[in-house]
C-alpha cells in the first residue's frame, strides 16, 4: 500500500493516567502488548505496543515527584524499558541482565530529580533493540518545572510532541523488520507519531514542537521548514536553552531530542507549510501546518533558564573512546572491542567531573555516522574538531553525533546515582553488532 502525503491528520499520543497517586508519587501499570494498528489506509498493520498503541502512551512527570511504573509483557518476547535521558537507579535502567520475560513484570522507579525536559522510553533488549524499537515500542515522558512555568511558553493543545520514524511495509500492510543483531535500517515511509506524512491545523500563533527522532538508523535528518523559513530552538536532550536560538534548519540524529518554537502569526490563513527533513540528500515531507485563524496572544521570552556551564578545570579524568567498524570481524567497535555484559568498561566515580573525546574513526571511503549516547549523566559539549558547538547545541545533552572522521569533546559529573549503566551509539543497528560499552559508577 502507498503512503499517501498529508493525507491524515497528525495524532497526539494520549497522556497516561496513574492508577493511584499518594504520598507525593505517581503510580502507574503499562502492558506491552500485540495490536493491530491502522497507519497506511485500507491496511492493518501488526504492532508491538506500550499499551498496545504505537507511539506508546505519553507519561507526563512532574520534577521531584517520583513515578513507580509497573510494565507487564504480554510480547512472545523479552523486554527490557530503558528511560532515555532518565537520572535513574542502575536496578531501573533496563539494563542487560534485567530482561522482563514473556508473563511477567517489572517495577521502575524514577525520582524525576532532573528539571523540565523532553525524555523517551524505548525497548533495550541487547541484539534485538532496532528489531523491538521497529515493531513500536516507544513512547515519550515529559518532566515539567516551576522555571519552566514562569516562562509562559505554549501549553496544552500548543504543546505538542511529534516523534519522528522512519518505515518500510510489506505488501500486506506488516511493517519490513530488520534482521535482530544485525545491520542497519531505513524505511522508505516517513511517520510522525506513528502516521505517515500527516497535516496538522494550527491557529495563527505561536506553538512548541517537542521533537524527537526515534528512527533506527537514519542519521542524516535535517530538518526545514517551508522555503527554508526561521524558527527558534529552545531545548536540547536535557532541558531549555539559556536563551532561544533562531534557525532556518536543523540537524536531528536518533535518539536526540529538540524543542523548537514556530511562529505561525506571520503566515496568511490558508497557508500549508512543509516540515521537512533530507535524509542522504533525499527530501521527505514529514508533516504539513494547515494554518487558520488565531485566538488569543503569547509571547517568545527572550531568556530562558540559566545552564551551569561544567567547567574543564574542575574535570580530574580524560577519557578518549574510538568508534569503529571493525571489517575483519564485522563487528562495531568501541576502542576496539565490541558489547560484553559481564565485562565493565570504565569505572567513573560519583560527583566527579570528566571530559571525554569522542573519535568517529570511520574512513572517508566508508563514512558511517555515529551517535554516542550516555545513559545517568547528560553532558555539554565542548568542542566540536576543535570549534565551539553550535548554538543550538549548546545546551545538556544525552547524545551527540559524529560524522566519520570528527571529534567531539564533552563534560559531565557524575552525580546522584552508582552502579553499572550503558554508553553506546544510538543507531540501533550499531549497538546490536557491538557498538556498547559499560561504565560503572563507583560510590
Ligand atoms: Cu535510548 Cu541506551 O538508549
Not at 549523566?377 to 576543535?386: C, Y
Amino acid at each position: 500500500p502507498a503512503a499517501p502525503l498529508f493525507a491524515t491528520p497528525l495524532v497526539v499520543p494520549p497522556v497516561l493516567k496513574p492508577t493511584l497517586s499518594i504520598a507525593g508519587t505517581d503510580y502507574y501499570d503499562m502492558t506491552m502488548r500485540t495490536a493491530q494498528q491502522q497507519i497506511l489506509p485500507g491496511a492493518k498493520t501488526p504492532i508491538w505496543g506500550y499499551n498496545g498503541i504505537f507511539p506508546g502512551p505519553t507519561i507526563r512527570a512532574r520534577k521531584n515527584r517520583p513515578i513507580v511504573i509497573r510494565q507487564h509483557n504480554k510480547l512472545p518476547a523479552d523486554a527490557a524499558v530503558h528511560l532515555h535521558g532518565g537520572n535513574v537507579r542502575s536496578s531501573s535502567d533496563g539494563l542487560p541482565g534485567q530482561e522482563i520475560k514473556p508473563g511477567k513484570n517489572r517495577v521502575y522507579i524514577y525520582p524525576n530529580r532532573q528539571q523540565a525536559s523532553t525524555l523517551w522510553y524505548h525497548d533495550h533488549v541487547h541484539h534485538h533493540e532496532a528489531f523491538n524499537t521497529t515493531q513500536g515500542l516507544t513512547g515519550l515522558y515529559l518532566i515539567t518545572d516551576p522555571a519552566e512555568d514562569r516562562l509562559g511558553l505554549p501549553t496544552g493543545r500548543y504543546d505538542v510532541p511529534m516523534v519522528i520514524q522512519d518505515r518500510s511495509f510489506n505488501p500486506d500492510g506488516s511493517f519490513r523488520l530488520p534482521d535482530p543483531g544485525k545491520g542497519e535500517f531505513f524505511g522508505e515511509v516517513p511517520l510522525v507519531n506513528g502516521r505517515p506524512s500527516p497535516f496538522f491545523e494550527v491557529e495563527q500563533r505561536r506553538y512548541r514542537f517537542r521533537l524527537l527522532n526515534a528512527a533506527s538508523s537514519d542519521c542524516l535528518h535535517e530538518l526545514t521548514l517551508g522555503a527554508g523559513d526561521s524558527f527558534h530552538v529552545i531545548g536540547t536532550d536535557g532541558g531549555l536553552l539559556t536563551a532561544p536560538v533562531q534557525v532556518n534548519k536543523l540537524p536531528l540524529a536518533p535518539s536526540e531530542r529538540v524543542e523548537v518554537i514556530v511562529d505561525f502569526s506571520k503566515y496568511p490563513v490558508g497557508s500549508q507549510i512543509v516540515l521537512a527533513s533530507s535524509v542522504f540528500g533525499l527530501p521527505m515531507n514529514l508533516l504539513r501546518f494547515d494554518v487558520k485563524k488565531a485566538k488569543g496572544q503569547d509571547r517568545l521570552p527572550g531568556k530562558l533558564v540559566p545552564i551551569e556551564r561544567l567547567k574543564e578545570s574542575k574535570a580530574t579524568v580524560h577519557r578518549d573512546f574510538q568508534l569503529n567498524l571493525d571489517p575483519a570481524r564485522g563487528e562495531m567497535v568501541i576502542n576496539g572491542k565490541s558489547f560484553d555484559p559481564d565485562r565493565i568498561d570504565i569505572r567513573p566515580k560519583l560527583g566527579s567531573t570528566e571530559v571525554w573525546t569522542i573519535h568517529n574513526a570511520e574512513s572517508a571511503e566508508l563514512p558511517i555516522p555515529h551517535v554516542f549516547h550516555t545513559h545517568l549523566v547528560r553532558f555539554q559539549i565542548l568542542d566540536r574538531n576543535g570549534n565551539a558547538p553550535a548554538p543550538f547545541e549548546s545546551g545538556w545533552k544525552d547524545s551527540v553525533t559524529l560524522q566519520a572522521g570528527e571529534r567531539v569533546r564533552i563534560i559531565m559529573r557524575f552525580g546522584d546515582f552508582p552502579g553499572r549503566y550503558l554508553y553506546h551509539c544510538h543507531l540501533l543497528g550499531h549497538a546490536d553488532a557491538g557498538m556498547m560499552a559499560t561504565m560503572f559508577v563507583t560510590p
